[in-house]
């Protein structure tokens, strides 16, 4: 069983849509990230938050908005999608990552997203 | 910049046969640490091993060994009595061990398949 749940586990949208991904943690992380991986690829790291504030942007467009509401939760808000962000959105968390990364990362199963 | 190669895109092997997996990484740091991440297809990442640059000790986890040889910036993972579970895509990742916002830098995968 996962410790990072992402919900929804699937989701299928239009390109003039807006919605939102969930990540949710109970493992008193203080740091959470979001990872966009393309088929047969391996992760590649959009956003970072720590304590809440968001540390790291990979210049990321600005239709992947994120949101960190409080420590356990990670939100990312898309709007106005294009079919190429179609991918499977992985959330992580990790503790005391901004003391060293001495904790390894915890990912989610993950949010398999198509744009139409 | 760090990189990542994995250079066995796929591999292949029996039931209970022992198999490694490649990694070479290229940095110019002296402090990090570097991971060994499995994704069956259900997708969630899972951690398998972790190595601290500074340890000269190899790490082990169960079936799972490293052969980090820093000079030679090589961290193979060693997967002994392979299972059919043990089928997945397996990413070398490298973290520089430092304060403050960190980076995962992984490798393109390895897709690993076990045959019974």
Request: charged fraction near 20%.
């Amino acid at each position: 069983d996962t410790e990072v749940t992402q919900t929804p586990k699937h989701l299928v949208m239009g390109m003039t849509n807006k919605k939102s991904l969930k990540c949710e943690q109970h493992m008193g992380h203080r740091a959470m990230y979001w990872y966009k991986q393309k088929a047969k690829k391996p992760p590649e790291l959009m956003f970072v938050y720590s304590y809440e504030k968001l540390s790291i942007n990979e210049s990321v467009p600005s239709r992947f908005s994120p949101e960190c509401p409080n420590s356990s939760l990670l939100n990312l808000h898309l709007h106005a999608l294009q079919p190429e962000d179609s991918a499977l959105y992985l959330c992580a968390s990790s503790q005391h990552w901004d003391r060293g990364p001495e904790q390894p990362q915890h990912f989610g199963d993950g949010t398999r997203l198509s744009i139409l | 910049a760090q990189t990542v190669t994995q250079s066995q895109p796929e591999m292949s092997v029996q039931e209970a046969e022992t198999v490694t997996l490649s990694c070479t990484y290229d940095t110019s740091e002296n402090n990090y640490y570097l991971f060994w991440y499995k994704q069956p297809p259900s997708r969630q990442m899972i951690l398998v091993i972790r190595q601290e640059a500074y340890k000269q000790q190899n790490a082990t986890e169960n079936r799972f060994s490293v052969n980090f040889q820093k000079a030679a910036k090589s961290f193979s993972l060693k997967i002994s009595d392979s299972q059919l579970g043990d089928t997945a895509m397996y990413f070398c990742a490298f973290m520089k061990r430092r304060v403050g916002a960190q980076k995962l830098v992984f490798g393109q995968g390895t897709r690993l398949t076990i045959n019974p």
